[in-house]
């Protein structure tokens, strides 16, 4: 009998696809064997050639719904004979490594049905999996995907876990994940002084709930860091909460127990639902009804934001503590303020005791920490927006196939950091690994990166990172290309966006120009500026700046973006008039110093994120900033007031649309204008909305005279649901328009825009060399922290 090899690639580990694949051939009365490798999933088996097709045909069409196939194919092979068919376990796989790597899944229908089973044997059993539900990429030590290379290798099967490991008629057939109650993880109670309270799983429960009832904050493991849970609907507890992690007005996500609960609470479209009950379950962000607003601490959550980050259990564990509690808790990633998700068990018992009262930890390592995803869906065209890539989508990317060989490791930018990995014909988008302003920070982005480099033995061939000299992962970029000899290649922070933006929407090839409009809060411009309000032209693979918002002063460094009241003195313009509202938010001395530095000012923006912020501080809604993006929050939640009383309808732009557009369009008169709107006494809410119809109108200035059809979106402030529907209902008919689709339009997505960029060949028209040249040469490479760097002000760390 002929011998054949089916070779499949994909996320094909840990989905349960070589069970599949047995039940397939023991059907099919084949003989053979299947096994995880490198490269993915490879069968090898006796049959005839039409019975060979079939197979292969079928293995295609019934794949686990978890699996994602990129490549298959059946071949002729070597004869060999099989005595029947069987799943072969190799701890180890050869040096090239090419397999893609699952996502953790949340607790599947069926897992979550027997969780809560009195007679089922895993019934409130917190750890409880399947083949289609659990931990993958947050345990995974080795490849491929084997019990023997996960954090699973601790615990031993019992023998009912064993028999069903076994058994082909069992769905935790083959599952490498597979325990209960008997040979399972631990689950334990610290107290504040570190003694274990208690370890038996319903007297953990149990206090859980009393501790919850009593105000109490409780740090949980979940399956990527810990969370810091208390009742939602405690306004005492969620301010002893916000007090001792310094979070004075960062809204918290809540965990509802249902979906049931959630439909009672808030407004959940169809579509908003599907996400959350899905197998990635994301925080979404909801809109609250009336039921909300008597039952949670809304005011205590949110303060002055309207939609609500909302989560169902993602975890067993989770699940029973949402259940048991009955209603809805704050849940949010433990850690300490301005430092990344906490997810070491010695950390947490560490640093966490001087926010929570209480720890529930259990003995699984985590080895790679992940934050929750989070999205939302814009109320009236259902576009979604990703605001979190993590947990669920990470960190596996199918959207983008390379076109080099070459192992490409692209570094990202600064407050949302990623790293983007081309190697062995795939790409691996790292999931959200905090700002790194921080030592944590930059300590969790390097321990993550190795844990790449060594999961996939890969050695990079080129290093990409942003032309900002100061930035954490520009550092580490030029510390790896001296480790590894290879040459470091720098690339604009506002076109990697645009890169990133093409290729996800498959424009890189276009035979048209395209409109890329980036607006950001920062990005090094190759003229020695920040930019951040960028109007650029793509076509036949080049980019070129053709219009942004008008330069203004940056003074007093990182409180430019600190505090939006500087930011309003900036753009009013050093020659105009500014109202006394806006002098009485500083005290004479800080007047006198501020308008001296604006002044003699040599660094200048065109920043669209500081300008939202101008705004925001002109109504008198934030001058000073607790957490990135404050104020903008603020001013889209007061504009929405305006839409939802007004609708999408607006008297006029305070862009002067008849005039001729010039490269640099003026912030001041922008600013201006709305400076005399707030002088006459026009509400706020028209000042606001008027202020975001008025940017929609000049993207349709831009876009006329660049007589293009074809306009994306990037950067932090396309995360604005109100900006991106009034776009779309503006322009829908008039334009083809270009959202992000996978990756998040913040500066998540720059290390995937580096490599696109690269890859691709695109280059920059009319290019102002002032810093550096478009590549590094050899000797700049190798720069560490000690060697000279380019030169610019450390005040710039931010910006």
Not at 162 to 176: K, P
Not at 409 to 416: E, R
């Amino acid at each position: 009998m002929p011998t054949y090899h089916i070779h499949i690639n994909g996320i094909v580990q840990g989905v349960g696809f070589r069970p599949m694949v047995y039940k397939l051939a023991t059907q099919m009365q084949l003989t053979g064997k299947v096994k995880n490798g490198s490269d993915g999933v490879h069968i090898f088996f006796n049959a005839s050639e039409n019975a060979a097709r079939s197979f292969f045909k079928q293995i295609r069409e019934t794949a686990p719904a978890q699996a994602r196939i990129i490549s298959s194919q059946l071949l002729r092979t070597t004869d060999a004979v099989f005595s029947g068919f069987s799943i072969v376990v190799e701890k180890d796989a050869p040096l090239e490594k090419r397999v893609l790597i699952s996502p953790d899944r949340a607790l599947c229908p069926s897992c979550r049905s027997e969780l809560h089973d009195p007679n089922d044997r895993r019934y409130r059993y917190p750890f409880i999996t399947c083949t289609s539900c659990g931990p993958r990429y947050s345990i995974i030590h080795r490849l491929p995907f084997e019990r023997p290379n996960s954090s699973m290798q601790d615990f031993s099967m019992c023998k009912s876990c064993s028999d069903e490991y076994n058994t082909l008629s069992d769905r935790r057939f083959f599952s490498q994940t597979n325990s209960c109650a008997d040979c399972g993880m631990e689950l334990r109670l610290l107290s504040e002084t570190s003694a274990c309270l208690s370890n038996d799983t319903e007297s953990v429960l149990a206090n859980i709930k009393d501790f919850l009832q009593a105000g109490k904050i409780i740090a949980v493991k979940g399956i990527g860091g810990y969370l810091l849970l208390c009742d939602a609907g405690n306004p005492g507890a969620i301010q002893v909460l916000r007090s001792r992690k310094h979070r004075p007005t960062k809204p918290f996500a809540i965990l509802y127990p249902d979906i049931e609960q959630v439909s009672r609470d808030f407004e959940v479209s169809e579509q908003e639902k599907a996400y959350l009950l899905s197998e990635e379950a994301p925080i979404v962000l909801l809109a609250p009804g009336k039921e909300a607003f008597a039952r949670l601490a809304l005011r205590n959550i949110r303060p002055g934001l309207r939609r609500t980050g909302i989560m169902l259990p993602y975890s067993p564990l989770l699940d029973i503590i949402a259940r048991d509690y009955g209603n809805p808790l704050i849940a949010t990633s433990a850690n300490i303020s301005g430092s990344p998700i906490l997810y070491k068990d010695e950390d947490a018992v560490a640093y966490l005791f001087g926010i929570a009262d209480y720890i529930v930890s259990y003995n699984r390592e985590i080895v790679t920490p992940q934050d929750d995803s989070v999205l939302q869906v814009t109320s009236r065209s259902n576009q979604p927006i990703l605001l979190r890539r993590s947990r669920g989508y990470a960190p596996s990317f199918l959207q983008y196939t390379p076109g080099k060989k070459a192992c490409v490791l692209s570094m990202g930018a600064f407050l949302k950091s990623t790293f983007t990995l081309s190697v062995n014909g795939n790409v691996f988008v790292s999931q959200f690994l905090g700002s790194g302003e921080s030592y944590e920070s930059q300590q969790m982005y390097k321990d993550v990166l190795n844990h790449w480099l060594e999961l996939y033995q890969a050695k990079p061939d080129i290093i990409l990172a942003d032309r900002h000299p100061n930035y954490f992962s520009r550092h580490y970029g030029a510390e790896l290309a001296q480790k590894y000899d290879i040459n470091l290649h720098l690339i604009q922070h506002h076109e990697a966006h645009f890169a990133a933006v093409l290729a996800e929407n498959e424009l890189l090839q276009t035979k048209e120009p395209v409109l890329g409009v980036i607006w950001d809060g920062t990005g090094l411009g190759t003229d020695g500026y920040i930019w951040g309000g960028e109007f650029f032209r793509y076509e036949n693979k080049e980019i070129r700046r053709c219009y942004h918002f008008g330069y203004f002063p940056v003074i007093a460094g990182d409180k430019l973006a600190q505090e939006p009241r500087l930011a309003a003195l900036c753009a009013a313009g050093p020659d105009q008039p500014v109202p006394t509202t806006l002098q009485e938010k500083f005290t004479v001395a800080e007047w006198n110093n501020y308008r001296s530095l604006i002044t003699g000012a040599h660094l200048y923006t065109s920043s669209a994120g500081r300008i939202f912020d101008a705004v925001a501080s002109l109504l008198g809604l934030c001058d000073k900033q607790s957490y990135e993006g404050e104020a903008a929050l603020y001013l889209q939640t007061l504009a929405e007031e305006y839409v939802h009383e007004n609708g999408f309808t607006m008297d006029n732009s305070y862009i002067l649309l008849r005039e001729p557009l010039i490269a640099q369009l003026s912030t001041a008169s922008l600013i201006q204008g709305i400076m005399s709107d707030v002088k006459k006494g026009a509400p706020k809410p028209y000042i606001a909305a008027k202020f975001h119809y008025s940017l929609v109108c000049l993207i349709d200035k831009v876009a006329e005279s660049m007589h293009v059809e074809k306009i994306c979106f990037s950067g932090g402030v396309f995360q604005n649901a109100l900006l991106t529907d009034w776009i779309q209902i503006k322009y829908k008919d008039s334009y083809q328009l270009f959202f992000h689709k996978s990756l998040s339009p913040n500066d998540e997505n720059i290390s995937f825009g580096q490599l696109v960029y690269y890859e691709n060949g695109i280059s920059s028209a009319g290019r102002r060399e002032t810093l550096s040249d478009k590549r590094e040469t050899l000797p700049d490479k190798r720069e560490t922290s000690s060697d000279k760097r380019e030169t610019l002000p450390e005040k710039m760390s931010q910006l």
